[in-house]
């Protein structure tokens, strides 16, 4: 049994308990105007949080990356790592929503609710039962149903609410098929065992072993937003309050990645199933259409949307050559929290642009130079670092990546293309990163200085120093990742 004392029960019982009692005190109050107490209470409520996740790592009362348990959950390395990544964003979407939220209605539901989301995006890190994950995954799910269509007399805002409840229901669904078929051909939920009997399976039941595995596949890439698995993306993020935008790409995608890397890969590896070359050609196929598509748009939320497609394409360059490489999960894990901070930093930046301007249009941020000088310094440093330019820690990560399919070019012939593919992608998202830099800085030039959000300016000013400084001394997150990632043979056995 997972013990009381383990880092995902504390921070069930923190999050849990603060994320029930606002409403109550919503009510007891019967207050409207006090947003800030709220986002204020949210906030200690994360910062409490990540403060136990950072304290358990650094006192070693964690295991290390142990993707193998009995328990339903696991207090390791590998879900402490993405607890950090994940927490960081629900704090940005929280600070980000002090300004947003204010004269808007029920602030304590919408806090609260973020609250719930961010327990199950941490409990998915730490899953290692497909019941547990599937109930994890939905409590991450539910809420953002919600916050998406939280704005209620929007229409863009219903229907993006629409569109991300029918698609989320339909990954639920799938994903729960898949869990259906691994219980019925192993007798067991625990993801070990199900490896364990997926390894040991007759011939003739492996092709059901890999349905199964194809549906986690498709539910999770949902959440991930890999190519064909997108469609519902740019439209809930343009509709969805900016705030909840950053959540959603940079916090929910990343919980997708952490339950894809517990369940695909390793069941994947105890197929024996040569799944690397299939989850490269989605790899380069997301990075593609997400940065091609990115091109074309006008609004900065769907740009920024496009663009983390393109940027889940770059993850999964490391998770399919986890096999012929040594760092290629480390790699991905490293760039998983460079792009948590990078994207979340980016859509907080245009929620401050909606504060101050009203809108998110590319045509309206002439000139965003001189009159929002701290957010447009934020927003371009983001820019660039997703970009990979150096010295960021963009660059780090994509580095990361694209030496580790070069290494596993002798063991996969294909792996050093999806290096190519890489370095020509990141090319191409200069097109419209510099294309937004240009319109912040280069035209517009009787635009006079406005008054930016606070909080917007306090998040802008932790990604500079987050990005900037990881960007000039790596070593300690890159060191981290490793120890968060778990060792990936297609040779080894569960």
């Known amino acids: 049994m997972i013990e009381l004392t383990s880092t995902p029960m504390i921070l069930v019982a923190i999050l849990g308990t603060i994320g029930l009692i606002l409403p109550l005190i919503y009510i007891a109050k019967n207050e409207r105007g006090s947003n800030a107490f709220y986002a204020t209470i949210t906030f200690g409520a994360l910062i409490a949080s990540i403060g136990v996740v950072i304290f358990k790592i650094l006192t070693d009362n964690v295991l290390p990356s142990a993707l193998f348990s009995k328990d339903v959950l696991v207090d390791d390395t590998f879900g402490g790592f993405f607890a950090i990544a994940l927490l960081i964003v629900a704090i940005f979407t929280t600070v980000g929503s002090y300004n947003y939220m204010k004269n808007k209605g029920n602030p304590a539901v ?78 067991s939920t625990n993801i070990s065992e199900v490896i ?11 092709p059901l072993a ?18 064909p698995f997108h469609m519902w993306l740019p439209d809930a993020y343009e509709g969805a309050p900016p705030t909840i935008a950053a959540l959603l790409a940079a916090g929910t995608k990343k919980a997708g990645f952490a339950a894809t890397i517990r369940v695909i890969v390793l069941g994947t590896v105890a197929l024996n199933m040569d799944w690397t070359f299939a989850l490269g050609i989605i790899a380069v196929m997301t990075m593609t259409i997400g940065n091609i598509a990115a091109i074309m748009q006008k609004n900065l939320a769907r740009i920024f949307a496009y663009s983390s497609i393109g940027h889940a ?80 820690n963009g660059f780090w990560s994509k580095l990361m990546l694209f030496g580790a399919a070069l290494d596993a070019g ?27 830099i240009r319109k912040m800085y280069f035209e517009g030039e009787t635009e ?3 008054s930016e959000p606070k909080s917007v300016i306090a998040v802008m000013i932790f990604s500079i120093i987050f990005i900037v400084g990881i960007g000039i001394f790596p070593d300690p997150i890159i ?5 968060a990632a778990p060792t990936i043979s297609l040779s080894a056995s569960p």
């Open 410 to 436: 002798p063991v996969a012939p294909w792996a050093p293309w999806l290096a190519i593919a890489g370095v020509l992608n990141s090319a191409l998202s200069l097109a419209y990163y510099a294309w937004i």
């Open 210 to 227: 890999l349905l199964s595995i194809g549906l986690f596949i498709a539910g999770f890439g949902f959440k991930m937003g890999l190519v």
């Open 313 to 392: 394409g770059y993850i999964l360059i490391g998770i399919s050559i986890a096999p012929f490489s040594d760092i290629g999960i480390q790699a991905s894990l490293f760039h998983i929290l460079n792009h948590a901070v990078m994207k979340g930093a980016a859509f907080i930046a245009v929620a401050g642009i909606i504060i101050a301007l009203g809108t998110s249009s590319l045509d309206k941020i002439k000139g965003l130079g001189r009159r929002m000088p701290i957010t447009a310094l934020g927003l371009v440093i983001s820019l660039l670092a997703l970009a990979g330019v150096p010295p960021l």
């Open 479 to 483: 060191q981290f990742a490793g120890t």
């Open 196 to 206: 364990h009997g997926f390894a040991v399976l007759d011939a003739n039941m492996v």
């Open 110 to 187: 919408y806090y609260s609710l973020i609250l719930l989301s961010t327990i199950g995006m941490v409990l998915i890190a730490y899953s290692t039962d497909l019941v547990m994950l599937f109930v994890a995954w939905e409590l991450m799910s539910i809420p953002t149903y919600v916050l998406v269509g939280y704005i209620k007399k929007d229409p863009s805002s219903n229907e993006a609410a629409l569109k991300y409840f029918l698609f989320g229901a339909l990954a639920s669904a799938i994903i729960i098929y898949g869990i259906s078929i691994a219980y019925g051909l192993t007798g």
């Open 448 to 450: 006079k200085r406005i």
